[in-house]
């Protein structure tokens, strides 16, 4: 299989858009991409289209074809795929092993969500549909409750306090308030993040990530014709996908996603590099204590210290391995099947030197870690300049 | 990219299923695959799960770690494939490719969908999210009235007859009544079709397909590895995926789907055969008149002629070209997001010479032409023995 480069981004930005609807966050996020790059529609070989919840958020299903000939592409294959939040980063994996195999030469892939035209209790019951229906949704559990399981275990196994999540919530705010995309552009306090209205004990509403619109997209294409596409051209080292269970209580152990363990094994073996080769990272915060968890399962810190390692900051923008400089989706917004194509063009940004105020000082190397459900599903990609 | 072949499959009778749930349905075609080659789960590299609206139908979304842990698969790559009635021919489009691509050795495809646990109305709406949000959806077209208007621009422009769309339902009728897994075994006269209650003019009841409840599971290796799981491995020759916009009203002709006519284009030309090569064929016979297109699309006859083809046993078991001798949607049933993967499994059959009553006397190669929505995605398929 032959090496791939991500060659022109697009995003829209992350928000509560009451004006926009599915269709024009894709095609904006789509055009955009495009546009970057001088590309003609007609160039572009197949449309990879991640997105969770359409058909329930919004009432169309069928949504590629849609998107595709909304952005002018002529008769491409064109895919949605669902994996929960982790929908665009597992579409970005597929679109990789098309055009690592020789399939196409030039393919599109975009995610996007479209959440905020249902009223609050609809979106709590469509995101819990991605848990397991026989177990967890009968019972009443949303997501907040089940990551809220998650932290008190991790709390009672390694000592974690309140303070380790809190300081997750604002590292990503004070990062996400120097992104023009971003959803919620407000650097926080730890005291405020303490005081904020418990959501799910001991989740704080500064703990919940955000319910957004929005759309991205990344366009691939054999390294060796990156340089006909662009002057920075971002080499894919590695990705893998790998799922797990759905149901918490089916699992040996709440404090650590082997779905994401096993994407990040086989993406480091494919990179040849290992966590402490990553110069940075996009970890999937769906709630503050999934970063942490996230930050252990990818090796950057051993089990049990990524909460010390985060209030030390170790993973702020000036740390030794930053975290989350777009905000993640804590303070960026996670407009669900948005959100691992956007943690892409996040990193790119980053390694093009493109990240302005956000931008860190050494980004050779990124990391982007796409979570589905309460861990059934991981993705895990590493790009490099 | 190197040549890959189906050797085991697995389906579930199709059927309306009150005692059945998506999970069971699904697990019980993937176990039946892979006890088919005395597989282990653990062997099995990745799941390609093609379905249309889950959680829609049953409330689940993230479905393909939900099968994928079910069955017993360890970690592996785990996604859901939508695209409206093709979604498992899609499913199997992508796990070609990375057959082919050498990512893997050993991939199963399953496809599935419940439908039946839904109130009539309730699934006509759902299946109606596959059209055009923006104009059909809104105005309230559903399936049926916009094939309708598909069958009546036909006839006005080929002088068809309502005779010739009967002789599709009987033909796949009398297939189907020979398949012991067809959800609706009954042969029918011409004229019991043409007398049957209207449901969207010119279509009648036996004109529409059915909505059922069932799965279907292939299993699909490198060629050279075949013969480790099976003394009859069948070769795939071509596939690919094409599509189109999702509205009637935004096309030039809606007696004709550029998509399939693309994606049978792409399949042949891999395959380095032309219509005249192909034994027999699985066709999308949502309606009886997706058949008659399907058989012009793919260059069986010319335009236009595929009625008075039809009923002259031009596509009858005994005929030059057999058609649907499964039974087609019609008869065999469908659910969706089984459909594509189960015709497979019916021509895979046929190839292997094990289609009992219903074998037809040349198989040596087949064709399957997956639909999704009225023409936006179209699969085909060819395999060989």
């Known amino acids: 299989m032959r090496p791939v480069s991500i060659v022109t981004i697009g995003k829209t930005a992350f928000g509560a858009f009451a004006d926009r609807s599915l269709l024009d966050l894709a095609l904006d996020a789509g055009r955009k991409c495009l546009k970057e ?6 160039a572009v070989e197949a449309l990879y289209l ?22 002018g592409l002529s008769e491409v294959p064109a895919t949605r795929f669902e994996a929960a939040c982790a929908s665009s980063g597992s579409a970005f994996f597929h679109a990789w092993t098309a055009v690592a195999a020789g399939l196409y030469d030039l393919v599109l892939v975009v995610g996007v969500e479209k959440m905020t035209s249902q009223p609050p209790a609809r979106v709590t019951e469509i995101l819990a549909s991605a848990g397991d229906l026989g177990s967890e ?16 275990r991790y709390m009672h ?45 001991p989740l704080t509403r500064y703990d919940c990530s955000l319910v957004s619109d929005g759309a991205a997209a990344v366009l691939l294409s054999p390294a060796d014709r990156a340089a006909e596409f662009t002057a920075k051209p971002i080499r894919v080292l590695g990705v893998a996908q790998a799922s797990d269970r759905l149901a918490l209580a089916d699992k040996d152990d709440i404090t650590t996603f082997p779905a994401v363990r096993a994407a990040g094994r086989k993406a480091y073996a ?44 170790f993973s702020r923008l000036t740390g030794e391995k930053p975290i989350n400089t777009s905000g993640g989706l804590k303070s960026k917004g996670h407009p669900v099947g948005a959100t691992g194509v956007a943690q892409l063009c996040d990193l790119v940004l980053q390694l093009r030197c493109e990240a302005g105020p956000r931008q860190v000082a050494r980004a050779r190397t990124g990391l982007a870690q796409n979570l589905g459900g309460s861990g059934a599903t991981g993705v895990v990609t590493i790009l490099a300049q």
């Open 37 to 42: 790059g001088n590309i003609a529609p007609a």
């Open 50 to 71: 991640g997105n969770f919840a359409g058909p329930s958020f919004v009432g169309q299903s069928h949504l590629a074809p849609w998107v595709a000939s909304g952005l």
């Open 137 to 152: 949704v009968r019972a009443g559990a949303t997501f907040p409750a089940m990551f809220a399981m998650i932290a008190r």
């Open 157 to 201: 196994q390694f000592g974690a306090t309140r303070e380790h999540l809190a300081a997750v919530a604002v590292k990503n705010h004070a990062n996400g308030a120097l992104n023009p995309d971003a959803h919620l552009r407000k650097a926080i306090t730890l005291e405020q993040a303490l005081a904020a209205p418990m959501i799910a004990d």
């Open 270 to 313: 494919m990179a040849g590099l290992g966590p402490g080769d990553i110069d940075l990272a996009e970890l999937h915060d769906c709630f503050t204590i999934a970063e942490l968890i996230a930050m252990e399962d990818l090796g950057f810190v051993p089990r049990g210290e990524a909460g010390p390692a985060v209030a030390s900051g």
